[in-house]
């Protein structure tokens, strides 16, 4: 007797849904985006699925398997052997079909921040120290799964108040850049809500291009605002120098 | 034809069977919670970690002692470890999960709370000053290696390896490599830097921050290892004060 799999996705849109069941049969190796492949091919051609390289590399298929939220062309589903395999779209972001969501906000939030700023005009040296250090924010991706595991967004309804963890990398990236010269500290503290963040790691966990977003991008950019608005010795300094 | 899900072979990163969200923040809850109701019955009802050239880490430096005060002696320094460690950027993550359920797990399903306000007021805004709980903490480890090496040399005896020696000694190590992997450290030696080499080699700052951060990787790990070797050090002195167990001589 062959070996299926079942596969509980969520069907619906804005207005609600709820799983619906599907066996699978299971071939070695394969991704939940391909169980749900099978699905559209052979049993219900209009379950709405977002994908493109199925490769882990364009950041498309980012859903939610048994509650974790993950790239479906990367999660492997021998490692769900015998139990149901629940597939749900990021719950932090509205839905328009099936597992296809609005992610739309992210992008409004991206052109708040102000790009990189070079100080001499390009092309620029740079070495390997200074490049290594902003190489890692670079691997994003743009899954927005960070997004959708941060509890501020997710639970606490927080897209007024902070950009989550995907733009702290990105600013991240600038502001840590060694030619850069923008000043992105004041939108951290204000704007961008840093400090809304009270450093859980699960974005980190989730990451699937396994950047380390607390500890190398949100903590540094914390520390950067505590030297300009909560260091009482360096506001002093900074004072006394008129700055 | 259908074939197994399984492919016969182990995959290095296969997948855990991952335990219920709540496992890890109510063990935290649990850990977290035991020590500080230790912590508190250590600092509240006694007033002296001294035996022989033994001091557990709660006791050290003796502040009270340099102005003559006999009354909860632990309090006028446990405060600073306490503090370092409330503000950790480690701890938060675990005390915030465990304590607030502020996410208990990463996209648990549980009902939120109503009132949600990250580190943005205080009290938790007091998490902004880490940095100068990392210097009362640097001098409070300064101490503890003074004990540390005190605890080698016995009275009448001279130098001695007992068991509480080296229970005192592993202490003040795993501290040292808790205390120097710290985030704000690492921001203070070179992070708050945008340029490593902008001089056209890398720069002495580049190498501190290279070598904190290495450590920092595994900051968790020291903060964890440190808690229970505090906890282990101080619970040993307090057993040999109350006469329980026997300080054994190693050589």
Same mark, same amino acid.
């Given at each position: 007797m062959s070996e299926g799999i079942t596969l509980s996705v969520w069907r619906g849109d804005k207005d609600g849904g709820e799983e619906v069941g599907y066996q699978v049969p299971a071939v070695p190796g394969m991704v939940v985006l391909d169980a749900l492949h099978w699905v559209q091919q052979n049993a219900q051609p209009d379950l709405a699925v977002r994908w493109n390289?199925?490769?882990?590399?364009?950041?498309?298929?980012g859903a939610e398997v048994n509650g974790e939220p993950k790239l479906l062309c990367k999660t492997r589903l021998d490692d769900y052997a015998g139990e149901t395999v629940r597939v749900r779209p990021m719950a932090t972001f509205p839905v328009i079909k099936d597992l296809v969501t609005d992610v739309s906000w992210n992008y409004q939030v991206a052109e708040q921040i102000p790009p990189l700023d070079p100080a001499?005009?390009?092309?620029f040296t740079m070495y390997q120290e200074d490049a290594s250090r902003v190489q890692e924010f670079h691997?994003?991706?743009?899954?927005?799964l960070c997004q959708d595991t941060c509890h501020v967004l997710r639970?606490?309804?927080g897209t007024d108040k902070y950009f989550g963890p995907r733009f702290m990398v990105k600013i991240a990236e600038y502001e840590m850049h060694a030619v850069d010269q923008g000043d992105r500290v004041p939108l951290l503290a204000q704007a961008a809500g840093l400090n809304m963040c009270n450093v859980t790691k699960c974005c980190t966990e989730v990451c699937p291009q396994h950047i380390r977003i607390t500890d190398n991008a949100i903590i540094p950019l914390k520390e950067r605002v505590v030297d300009r608005y909560y260091d009482p010795i360096r506001t002093l300094f900074r004072r006394l120098a008129g700055r | 034809m259908a074939q197994p899900v399984s492919s016969g072979t182990t995959r290095p990163a296969a997948r855990r069977k991952k335990m219920p969200y709540w496992v890890e923040p109510l063990t935290t809850l649990v850990v977290l919670g035991t020590w500080l109701l230790y912590s508190l019955w250590e600092v509240l009802f006694h007033n002296t970690g001294t035996y022989h050239n033994y001091i557990s880490p709660y006791f050290s430096p003796g502040i009270a002692g340099w102005f003559g005060w006999h009354i909860l002696t632990a309090l006028y320094v446990a405060w600073v470890p306490f503090l370092f460690r409330f503000t950790c950027y480690y701890y938060r993550k675990e005390y915030y999960r465990? $304590?607030?359920?502020?996410?208990?797990?990463?996209?648990?399903?549980d009902a939120p709370r109503k009132r949600y306000s990250g580190e943005t007021k205080w009290p938790l805004k007091i998490n902004n000053l880490h940095r100068y709980a990392w210097f009362l903490a640097l001098i409070v480890l300064l101490f503890l290696w003074k004990d540390a090496v005190e605890a080698f040399i016995f009275p009448h005896h001279g130098f001695e390896v007992r068991v509480g020696s080296l229970i005192l000694l592993v202490n003040v190590v795993l501290l040292t490599f808790y205390t120097f992997s710290c985030h704000a450290f690492r921001h203070m030696v070179g992070?708050?830097?945008?340029? $490593?080499?902008?001089?056209?080699k890398p720069s002495q700052s580049y190498r501190f921050w290279s070598r904190v951060s290495r450590w920092n990787a595994f900051h968790g790990a020291w903060a964890w290892a440190s808690l229970f070797s505090v906890w282990a050090a101080d619970l040993y002195v307090r057993l040999l004060l109350m006469g329980v167990i026997h300080d054994a001589r190693l050589f």
């Amino acid at each position: 007797m062959s070996e299926g799999i079942t596969l509980s996705v969520w069907r619906g849109d804005k207005d609600g849904g709820e799983e619906v069941g599907y066996q699978v049969p299971a071939v070695p190796g394969m991704v939940v985006l391909d169980a749900l492949h099978w699905v559209q091919q052979n049993a219900q051609p209009d379950l709405a699925v977002r994908w493109n390289c199925k490769a882990a590399h364009c950041g498309s298929c980012g859903a939610e398997v048994n509650g974790e939220p993950k790239l479906l062309c990367k999660t492997r589903l021998d490692d769900y052997a015998g139990e149901t395999v629940r597939v749900r779209p990021m719950a932090t972001f509205p839905v328009i079909k099936d597992l296809v969501t609005d992610v739309s906000w992210n992008y409004q939030v991206a052109e708040q921040i102000p790009p990189l700023d070079p100080a001499v005009p390009a092309p620029f040296t740079m070495y390997q120290e200074d490049a290594s250090r902003v190489q890692e924010f670079h691997r994003c991706i743009e899954c927005f799964l960070c997004q959708d595991t941060c509890h501020v967004l997710r639970n606490h309804d927080g897209t007024d108040k902070y950009f989550g963890p995907r733009f702290m990398v990105k600013i991240a990236e600038y502001e840590m850049h060694a030619v850069d010269q923008g000043d992105r500290v004041p939108l951290l503290a204000q704007a961008a809500g840093l400090n809304m963040c009270n450093v859980t790691k699960c974005c980190t966990e989730v990451c699937p291009q396994h950047i380390r977003i607390t500890d190398n991008a949100i903590i540094p950019l914390k520390e950067r605002v505590v030297d300009r608005y909560y260091d009482p010795i360096r506001t002093l300094f900074r004072r006394l120098a008129g700055r | 034809m259908a074939q197994p899900v399984s492919s016969g072979t182990t995959r290095p990163a296969a997948r855990r069977k991952k335990m219920p969200y709540w496992v890890e923040p109510l063990t935290t809850l649990v850990v977290l919670g035991t020590w500080l109701l230790y912590s508190l019955w250590e600092v509240l009802f006694h007033n002296t970690g001294t035996y022989h050239n033994y001091i557990s880490p709660y006791f050290s430096p003796g502040i009270a002692g340099w102005f003559g005060w006999h009354i909860l002696t632990a309090l006028y320094v446990a405060w600073v470890p306490f503090l370092f460690r409330f503000t950790c950027y480690y701890y938060r993550k675990e005390y915030y999960r465990g $304590f607030f359920w502020d996410p208990p797990g990463c996209a648990a399903a549980d009902a939120p709370r109503k009132r949600y306000s990250g580190e943005t007021k205080w009290p938790l805004k007091i998490n902004n000053l880490h940095r100068y709980a990392w210097f009362l903490a640097l001098i409070v480890l300064l101490f503890l290696w003074k004990d540390a090496v005190e605890a080698f040399i016995f009275p009448h005896h001279g130098f001695e390896v007992r068991v509480g020696s080296l229970i005192l000694l592993v202490n003040v190590v795993l501290l040292t490599f808790y205390t120097f992997s710290c985030h704000a450290f690492r921001h203070m030696v070179g992070g708050r830097r945008d340029c $490593f080499s902008c001089g056209g080699k890398p720069s002495q700052s580049y190498r501190f921050w290279s070598r904190v951060s290495r450590w920092n990787a595994f900051h968790g790990a020291w903060a964890w290892a440190s808690l229970f070797s505090v906890w282990a050090a101080d619970l040993y002195v307090r057993l040999l004060l109350m006469g329980v167990i026997h300080d054994a001589r190693l050589f």
